[in-house]
């Protein structure tokens, strides 16, 4: 359990599934909770709520006075079809919502002490096998460009005084308490359906983190005065999309699996799912050495674990 009672902290970004996941694991240890956001959060809960537009400063900077930490998630999903307009939107979202925080910062008398930056594990890129640290190189294309624009746009927000902490985020495995579900919802759906089988080669990677050990990490970042810098926040065990897709069906029990081609998903994503091809047919394997390093441990280091706990409840 961390010690995060009597602190504040403040959300930004935090209406969606990872930002109503972390507000209630922060509450429940007895933090005071403010989550800013462009919109009220689908689900209620133990914490205060304060619109933001997410691009200048405003009434919200008084949430931001004499808070202990600040957690910046802000950014438009990047499940959709990468159209000019989205791809501009993906970018301009994640910046210019770092640069807003970085000039309270600096418009208030007691900024928070520390300030943790999500970031993208995609900031690697799409190798076929190559297992990255955060000592690898990043890669090339949109998601890595935007990665380095956002992580950019934070040193340059940061104030020096301040521990920065930057969470090179994979996967998410974890539980729709009504925000959304993250992309898992949309996995277990096409699983439910048969459809979850191998996507193109399948030997692309699906690095993960089960939604517990994301808070729990957050949580630590906020307390442990010895993180500082980039860590990739993902589980120490990242396995192919056909073995992912395998495991997901089995705790679905749903044994059936229809593989599809790439030309299938290249042309079902936008046309039936909505969203960029892509996502599904690429991927990376990553592995955060500076969390091994550091001694962090993982409550679900093993996939089979992680999905056990997800979909062994009983509303499921």
Known sequence: MQELDNKRIVIAGGSGFLGTSLANYFAAQGAQVVVLSRKRPAVSGNWETCIWDARTCGEWLSRIEGADAVVNLTGRTVDCIKTPDHQDEILRSRVESTRALGLAMQAVDSPPSVWLQMSTAHIYGDPPALVCDEDSATG???APTVGR?????FYQSRLPSQRGVVMRTSFVIGRDLGAGGGAMSKLALLARLGLGGRVGSGRHGMSWIHQSDLNRLF?????DASMSGVYIASSPNPVAQV????ALRKFLKMPIGLPAFEWMVRIGAPLLMNTD???ALYGRYVVSKRLRDQGFT???SDLNDA?????????D
């Open 243 to 246: 073995d992912f897709m395998r």
């Open 307 to 315: 999905l056990r706990e997800l979909y062994a409840k009983p509303c």
């Open 219 to 223: 949580a630590h970042a906020i307390t």
């Open 149 to 153: 624009a956002w992580e950019s746009a």
């Open 277 to 279: 091809a892509e996502l």
């Open 140 to 142: 090339l294309g949109f």
């Open 298 to 300: 993982f409550q679900f």
